[in-house]
């Protein structure tokens, strides 16, 4: 029983030894590591801002012409026109008010 008592005492005894040992030799190796992932070819990114085109302001229009254009083309109405032949309006067959 003493016996086993101090075959285990001994071990907790070196079990600091041979981590700082382990500590050491993983220090060691670490750098070449570190070289060898630097030598490593690493993956091109696309440039996430690369087609980015800054904001440029519209210069200021008379507000009398620009409702004048929008007269000439048929108001309001053919904007409405527009959105619903693109699909963002409301459905095209007028039957969105019976799923009340």
């Known amino acids: 029983m003493l016996k086993l008592f101090l075959r285990r005492a001994a071990l907790l005894a070196y079990a600091p030894f041979l981590a700082l040992v382990s500590m050491c030799a993983w ?23 690369g087609h980015y085109q800054r904001w440029r302001d519209e210069p200021l229009q008379d507000w ?8 000439e ?17 409301p459905g095209q067959n007028g039957s969105d008010h019976h799923a009340h």
């Not at 220090?27 to 996430?48: G, K, N």
């Not at 009398?64 to 007269?71: D, S």
């Not at 109405?77 to 693109?86: F, V």
């Open 27 to 49: 220090l060691a190796a670490m750098p070449a590591a570190l070289a060898a992932e630097a030598v490593a070819s690493r993956p091109v990114a696309a440039d996430p801002f």
């Open 64 to 71: 009398r012409k620009a409702n004048a254009r929008v007269g």
């Open 73 to 89: 083309i048929g108001g309001w109405r053919t904007y409405l026109r527009e959105s619903q032949q693109a699909g963002d309006g």
